[in-house]
């Protein structure tokens, strides 16, 4: 397969996991087990920690190192910098999450529903992102990145995508949505990741002396929401745990798919 090829199923797949995720509100009869989400949660962070490191970081790292740099400083910078803009977006946009009744960011008279689909959309920019710097980082030809390790990536996010559209979706029909909207919103709060990816994909290709800095940038905006929202929610009631070991085999999972293809 070519380059624009893998560029563009890598861009897709994620989208696809979130579609199909979104999917099951056609087949689930009423909420989610509370095991079953918090297993879902714990194994979405654990995908997405793993990604991270493995995809993200160490490639900054080597990158910089391969051209005489000193691998920490855009592992740090960029990292920190990812964590500050998800949260001043996290305060600036209204959103509202799905276990909650309290709105955050800007004062907004939204619909609940339409909250609920602003804060999904917000945590799935970072995934878009994630995938579009890889893609560019395998474009550049001073970087390690290959094919297939953008693969490995597209094809982890778009697994740990599937739970959490299932997660998103079935819960927006308590908020008196029909099936076929919750679906609706589900598959937009996904669309979000292809653009994030084709724009991130457009400024590393403006600015390639700082693709090292825009991959840590993408693992500090996922690890914000790993650390802000997914694993909160995984120690929700009563302690349990089966976040614990979904985070486990998510993360596993993710290495070696990593490891094995990158």
Not at 234 to 257: K, P, Q, R, W, Y
């Amino acid at each position: 397969m070519t380059e624009t090829s893998i560029a563009i199923i890598g861009i897709m797949l994620p989208l696809l996991g979130t579609t199909l995720g979104a999917a099951m509100v056609f087949f689930i009869k009423g909420k989610l087990r509370s095991g079953m989400k918090k297993a879902l949660l714990g194994f979405a962070s654990g995908v997405m920690i793993a990604a991270s490191v493995w995809s993200l970081i160490i490639p900054a790292i080597d990158m910089t190192e391969a051209n005489g740099g000193v691998g920490w400083i855009p592992a740090v910078v960029g990292f920190l910098l990812g964590i500050g803009f998800l949260l001043l977006l996290d305060s600036k946009i209204p959103h509202m999450h799905i276990n909650s009744e309290e709105q955050e960011g800007r004062p907004s008279k939204a619909h609940r529903s339409f909250m609920l689909l602003f804060a999904v959309t917000l945590h799935n920019i970072p995934e878009g992102m994630a995938v579009g710097v890889v893609i560019a980082a395998m474009l550049n030809s001073e970087s390690s990145i290959s094919l297939a390790g953008v693969m490995a990536l597209s094809i982890g996010i778009a697994i740990q995508n599937f739970p959490e559209g299932a997660i998103i979706s079935t819960p927006l029909m308590d908020s008196g949505l029909s099936k076929k909207k919750a679906f609706g919103y589900g598959f937009l709060s996904g669309a979000v990741e292809p653009v994030a990816a084709l724009l991130t994909i457009l400024l590393a290709s403006l600015i390639t002396p700082v693709l090292p800095y825009i991959l840590t940038f993408a693992a500090g905006a996922m690890i914000y929401v790993v650390i802000e929202e997914l694993l909160p929610e995984t120690h929700e009631g009563d302690h349990s745990n089966i976040g614990a070991i979904g985070f486990a085999i998510g993360f596993a999972l993710m290495m070696v798919l990593d490891v094995a293809l990158g």
